[in-house]
């Protein structure tokens, strides 16, 4: 005969155990850790910040959807780009972007992401990556991740981002 625990929330827990014999002998007590996971990873984050001299003094900050923008040391709009509605960034320089995801219980496993319609998901072990984006680039960034225990995080989408340094036509 024997016991029993149930654990059902989500956490870092550690078992010890040993075993008793018909005769009332006792075994050493053997102990393991034990990770329950119920919760999605949290939803990534993706970042900009303009790459070149054109890019100096500028930090980020976040937008009501979720991608970071530029701004100047003043708080005013650089004016490298233009942002003519909440779902398209214009840029004139090149673009680094960070993606990064979080797990509190079991950690990341994997981070998913692509740029553009066409291009193939990339995969990082890492919780966070950065790449850079070219001039002539046009179109958004998705992100997803799965966490230790294979929960998936909910997919983010960035706004349509559009690098473009070629002057107007008159």
């Not at 018909?22 to 900009?48: F, H, K, L, M, Q």
């Not at 303009?50 to 991608?67: L, V, W």
């Not at 997919?155 to 340094?165: G, H, R, Y």
């Amino acid at each position: 005969s024997g016991s029993h625990a149930t654990i059902s929330d989500s956490g870092k827990y550690t078992i010890e155990y040993r075993s008793v014999d018909g005769s009332g002998n006792r075994s050493e007590s053997v102990s393991c850790e034990i990770w329950i996971d119920t919760v999605a990873p949290d939803v990534p984050t993706i970042s900009v910040e303009m790459i070149g001299n054109e890019a100096q003094n500028i930090t980020t900050y976040m937008s009501g959807n979720g991608i970071s923008m530029m701004s100047t040391p003043n708080g005013e709009a650089p004016n490298l780009y233009t942002s003519f509605s909440t779902d398209y960034l214009f840029v004139n320089a090149a673009i680094k972007v960070t993606i990064s995801a979080d797990d509190e219980t079991s950690g990341i496993a994997k981070l998913y992401w692509k740029t553009g319609t066409n291009e193939v998901l990339q995969c990082s072990s890492a919780k966070s990556v950065t790449f850079t984006l070219p001039l002539g680039y046009s179109g958004v960034i998705t992100a997803y991740s799965k966490d230790v225990s294979g929960l998936v995080s909910e997919v983010k989408e960035s706004e349509k981002v559009v690098l473009d340094n070629a002057k107007p036509v008159t």
